[in-house]
């Protein structure tokens, strides 16, 4: 269906501390073989410096990109109202909707995502309800696409280069608190970070409250937040 496709994944899901980044990637679908070639692949499977020398010319040779930061307090907010699941179908159907513009509506154009959820289906629906016009759209949600499809690759390169962007930002302005280390809970940075400083920081709007990491180690500060979210009912 068409000579274009659009790829979209996620970077920074997991972390308790940073944003989340979101990436659709829209090219020829006849560029796919010499994507491989290059070597894009799946982002977890690169270092950062291969990450970084990739995004340059996946930027050079791609029909069109969008990228959307989603805040730990967004996360927050989502994780106590909707879901996570909900987050990513409504910030992924942002990125369809503002490549897929009038412009394109003629254009046939294969949509690839890499699903978030355990039920493919159901996400998949939800997604679509989101998304503003999808009379040419061919949209496809699935697991592993990142490591199946090249332009979803290509995404989550881009997703990752700009997480780890916004990460070495973070360490340089509290480098006076210590290194906050890779921002996911199994990092041991990360954690010694967050026992020492968490509370200080609890304003600054990098850490994810709702995350178990935080709850455990901060339980009164979770219990002052749930009545503060109470008042709201």
Same mark, same amino acid.
């Given at each position: 269906?068409?000579?274009?496709?659009?790829?979209?994944?996620?970077?920074?899901?997991?972390?308790?501390?940073? &944003?989340?980044?979101?990436?659709?990637?829209?090219?020829?679908?006849?560029?796919?073989?010499?994507?491989?070639?290059?070597?894009?692949?799946?982002?977890?499977?690169?270092?950062?410096?291969?990450?970084?020398?990739?995004?340059?010319?996946?930027?050079?040779?791609?029909?069109?990109?969008?990228?959307?930061?989603?805040?730990?307090? +967004?996360?927050? &907010?989502?994780?106590?109202?909707?879901?996570?699941?909900?987050l990513?179908?409504?910030?992924?159907?942002?990125?369809?909707?503002?490549?897929?513009?009038?412009k394109?509506?003629?254009?046939?154009?294969?949509?690839?995502?890499?699903?978030?959820?355990?039920?493919?289906?159901?996400?998949?629906?939800?997604l679509?309800?989101?998304?503003?016009?999808?009379?040419?759209?061919?949209?496809?949600?699935?697991?592993?696409?990142?490591?199946?499809?090249?332009?979803?690759?290509?995404?989550?390169?881009?997703?990752?280069?700009?997480?780890?962007?916004?990460?070495?930002?973070?360490?340089?302005?509290?480098?006076?608190?210590?290194?906050?280390?890779?921002g996911?809970?199994?990092?041991?940075?990360?954690?010694?970070?967050?026992?020492?400083?968490g509370?200080?920081?609890?304003?600054?709007?990098?850490?994810?409250?709702?995350?178990?990491?935080?709850?455990?180690?901060?339980?009164?500060?979770? +219990?002052?937040?749930?009545?503060?979210?109470?008042?709201?009912?």
């Amino acid at each position: 269906m068409g000579n274009l496709v659009l790829g979209i994944d996620d970077a920074g899901r997991g972390p308790v501390l940073g &944003s989340m980044f979101l990436c659709g990637v829209l090219m020829a679908k006849d560029k796919e073989d010499s994507f491989r070639r290059l070597g894009v692949k799946d982002s977890k499977l690169l270092s950062q410096e291969q990450r970084v020398e990739l995004e340059k010319e996946i930027k050079s040779r791609i029909d069109d990109f969008c990228i959307i930061r989603v805040s730990p307090d +967004e996360i927050d &907010s989502a994780v106590n109202t909707i879901n996570l699941n909900t987050l990513e179908a409504k910030h992924m159907a942002e990125i369809i909707n503002k490549i897929n513009i009038q412009k394109r509506h003629k254009e046939k154009i294969k949509v690839i995502v890499d699903c978030p959820s355990t039920n493919i289906t159901a996400w998949q629906n939800k997604l679509i309800s989101f998304i503003d016009y999808t009379d040419n759209l061919d949209i496809s949600c699935e697991h592993k696409a990142d490591f199946n499809h090249p332009v979803v690759s290509a995404a989550s390169i881009l997703a990752k280069c700009e997480r780890e962007e916004e990460v070495e930002k973070i360490k340089k302005k509290y480098k006076e608190y210590g290194n906050t280390g890779s921002g996911y809970p199994s990092d041991p940075a990360t954690k010694e970070f967050l026992q020492k400083h968490g509370k200080k920081l609890k304003d600054s709007g990098i850490f994810r409250k709702t995350w178990a990491t935080w709850k455990t180690m901060f339980p009164e500060e979770t +219990e002052k937040q749930q009545a503060t979210l109470g008042d709201f009912k």
